[in-house]
């Protein structure tokens, strides 16, 4: 079984910063592709950004410039350094993780996601 636990949420005035991390645990081999995915209200989930296992990084649009996706291999854990956030960062931030078990199969596994509120 894997779990992953997100945490780091919370409110925030716009222009500030947070820092979201998601730790894996349970039995597996090892994690490759991480992920940050965020749902507003109402809206459908998306995906933010995502990091390889080598450190190879991709974000939507919206995060470029402002967001920074990141890893700790030796801890599975990843990271989500959010700065300048605006009021429509406001969403449930999930994160999301190709994970390699023991038998050598991969599963894809989701957090319970941390609230972010961006709002004066």
């Known amino acids: 079984q894997v779990q992953l636990v997100e945490s780091g949420g919370g409110l925030v005035q716009p222009g500030g910063s947070l820092r979201l991390s998601c730790a894996a645990s349970?039995?597996?081999?090892?994690?490759?592709?991480m992920f940050w995915y965020r749902q507003a209200p109402g809206k459908q989930r998306e995906l933010v950004a995502g990091i390889t296992r080598g450190g190879a990084t991709n974000y939507v649009d919206s995060a470029k410039g402002r967001f920074t996706i990141s890893r700790d291999n030796a801890k599975n854990t990843v990271y989500l350094q959010m700065n300048s956030l605006k009021p429509e960062d406001t969403a449930v931030y999930f994160c999301?993780?190709?994970?390699?078990?023991?038998?050598?199969?991969?599963?894809?596994?989701w957090g319970r996601g941390t609230q972010v509120t961006v709002s004066s």
């Open positions: 349970g039995s597996f081999s090892s994690i490759n592709d």
């Open positions: 999301n993780a190709v994970v390699v078990l023991r038998a050598a199969a991969s599963v894809n596994a």
